[in-house]
């Protein structure tokens, strides 16, 4: 089955540590996106990607890193310099110039 | 910078009738991309339909259907014979065309549809 994958789907961290979210897929995607979900808020983007060792900031980069060695994955590292790391995180992709983005299942992180 | 505004914050439909979702947003561009998307409580964002801004028909897709007001900017979702599994909250987006390194989607807050049995 083609998808998108996000792990895990629950994520605890210590405040202070670094923690990596995962997001692989199988589409041939060469667009791939992050966004932080918060209750009460639509979709922001952190960072995209159009393709493989490329990636740009979005609306709220900062506190946040990512990769793009393969075509199939873009990881997400939330930073301890993220001043409010608790929330959910989605990952999408697309075709390059693709109208619509499809997106995995999401990655709940809770730091403590 | 374009925004998407969804002004019903919570709605609710009877089992079987018809719910409108209302969306408004912001541009100056004359050829973008409508959305809406659906996030059951498994949150899972699904597409639901999508209406380019040069079509003038309405996007359909089986129960679901748009109302889409270019000149008013608006762009309502119809559910007819809704469901329980239409439970959801629905999300408007607004894409403009893609350059090749570039990327400009936005989303409303959201609206949070209830179906009672």
């Known amino acids: 089955d083609g998808g998108i994958t996000q792990s895990p789907k629950y994520l605890f961290r210590k405040e202070g540590q670094n923690v990596t979210l995962s997001c692989e897929q199988n589409?041939?995607?060469?667009?791939m996106y992050w966004y932080r979900q918060d209750p009460g808020q639509g979709l922001r983007l952190i960072y995209y990607s159009q393709i493989v060792n490329d990636f740009q900031k979005g609306d709220i980069a900062e506190g946040y890193s990512v990769s793009r060695e393969k075509k199939e994955s873009f990881p997400l590292t939330v930073t301890s310099a993220q001043k409010n790391p608790t929330a959910f995180y989605l990952c999408?992709?697309?075709?390059?110039?693709?109208?619509?983005?499809?997106f995995g299942p999401g990655t709940r992180l809770t730091v403590t | 910078a374009q925004t998407v505004t969804q002004s019903q914050p919570e709605m609710s439909v009877q089992e079987a009738e018809t719910v409108t979702l209302s969306c408004t947003y912001d541009?100056?561009?004359?050829?973008?991309?409508l959305f809406w998307y659906k996030q059951p409580p498994s949150r899972q964002m699904i597409l639901v339909i999508r209406?380019?801004?040069?079509?003038?028909q309405n996007a359909t897709e089986n129960r679901f259907s748009v109302n889409f007001q270019k000149a008013a900017k608006s762009f309502s979702l119809k559910i007819s014979d809704s469901q329980l599994g239409d439970a959801a909250m629905y999300f408007c987006?607004?894409?403009?065309?893609?350059?090749?390194?570039?990327?400009?989607?936005?989303f409303g807050a959201g609206t949070r549809l209830t179906v009672k049995p």
């Open positions: 541009t100056s561009e004359s050829d973008y991309y």
């Open positions: 589409l041939n995607h060469d667009a």
């Open positions: 209406q380019e801004a040069y079509k003038q």
């Open positions: 987006a607004y894409r403009t065309p893609i350059p090749y390194n570039n990327n400009d989607m936005r």
């Open positions: 999408a992709s697309s075709i390059p110039g693709g109208i619509a983005q499809y």
